[in-house]
């Protein structure tokens, strides 16, 4: 394990230098990893896996779409490629990664087919940590482990191809073997992870929907929704309010950050944009800390998951979404985003003509 230092506070970080790939391998050599679910996280975490020379299977629901992406990545039915019935049968470690509202349901399932010895894998704390809710209450003669790739299984995936790897965080909520710390970094090297952050299942849940909700999605959606609002009511075209608001940002900026840092962006844009940004971004902070303050609480307490879980089980929750999705689509800022990204592909494909 490495020690290294985050803005004056040392974390104990592993990294795939002092656990290869080979050690991991190793490790889990008797082991089948049942990866039941082929949705958000199934196909990166069991493609990588597989990748990787670890024996795994899939458990899917026969005639689903899902089912019909497995066969497409190469996952063969009766040898690879089984009910989640069956694929929970033969699986020694059990790679939980069905949708929240899936997990919930089939629990009674998988619950059945935890016998002593196996493990269990989440890769998001939602169902043990609200466990009030959910029921999900592990057999205590099993591992209970957790590894979450800080992204999708899409960009797990795609960066695992490229050589490099996503960072994950990782836990331990219930040590059955005495070996389930190890098990979980093995794991987590063996999904594709670079490098592997230790938490628990509630930090994780309650930093996943807290940044979910937040910057990573509901607050970025909203801010780009109010400031598009503000320039068209003000007289910009939508190209100039949406190229302002989202192609700027997408395009150019958030790249830069990721790659530099905000200092660094703050050091290389024009005096104008510096000056204005140093002085409004305390604004923008003090607006936001109260509401994100009430996301926080809100997830604490449990009335985030309590809404997921009533809105998610509800009979006709994915006509209602789809009508929530549709008004986001039809909008006239991802309408002029849409066709912005058109332009942006078109030009690509002229500079390959070339």
């Given at each position: ?195 592997l952050f230790e938490t628990d299942f509630k930090k994780e849940v309650y930093s ?29 075209s939508p190209s100039e309010a949406f190229n302002e608001t989202v192609e700027e ?106």
């Amino acid at each position: 394990m490495a020690t290294i230092n985050f803005g004056g506070v040392d974390e104990t970080v592993i990294t795939r230098d002092e656990y290869p790939l080979f050690k991991a391998q190793a490790y889990l050599k008797d082991e089948v990893i049942a990866v039941i679910g082929y949705g958000v996280q199934g196909p990166g975490q069991a493609l990588n896996l597989r990748d990787n020379g670890f024996n795994v299977i899939i458990g899917q629901r026969q005639d689903s779409p899902s089912w019909e992406k497995a066969l497409q990545d190469g996952w063969v039915e009766g040898e690879t490629l089984f009910s989640i019935e069956e694929a929970a049968e033969r699986g020694t470690i059990i790679a939980n990664l069905l949708s929240d509202a899936g997990q919930i349901a089939l629990w009674p399932t998988l619950k059945a087919r935890l016998t002593p010895g196996k493990t269990l894998y989440f890769s998001h704390g939602f169902g043990i940590t609200f466990n009030d809710q959910t029921n999900i209450i592990p057999p205590a003669n099993v591992d209970v482990i957790l590894v979450a790739p800080k992204g999708s299984g899409t960009s797990l995936r795609r960066l695992y191809l490229q050589g490099g790897g996503l960072n994950s965080s990782f836990a331990v909520y219930q040590d059955a073997s005495g070996d389930a710390y190890e098990k979980a970094i093995a794991l987590g090297i063996g999904v594709g992870s670079g490098y592997l952050f230790e938490t628990d299942f509630k930090k994780e849940v309650y930093s996943d929907l807290t940044g979910e909700r937040g910057v990573l999605m509901g607050a970025l959606a909203g801010i780009i929704e109010a400031q598009y609002q503000v320039l068209r009511q003000r007289g910009h075209s939508p190209s100039e309010a949406f190229n302002e608001t989202v192609e700027e940002l997408t395009q150019s900026l958030v790249p830069l950050v990721g790659e530099n840092g905000m200092d660094w962006m703050f050091s290389n844009c024009s005096v104008t944009a510096q000056r204005g940004a140093l002085d409004w971004k305390g604004r923008f902070r003090e607006a936001t800390l109260p509401v994100l303050n009430e996301l926080y609480d809100s997830v604490a307490s449990g009335k985030e998951a309590e809404r997921t879980i009533q809105r998610g089980s509800t009979p006709n929750y994915r006509q209602e979404l789809e009508v929530e999705l549709k008004e986001i689509r039809e909008s006239e800022l991802w309408q002029t985003g849409a066709t912005v990204r058109q332009l942006r592909s078109l030009k690509k494909t002229q500079e390959a003509d070339a």
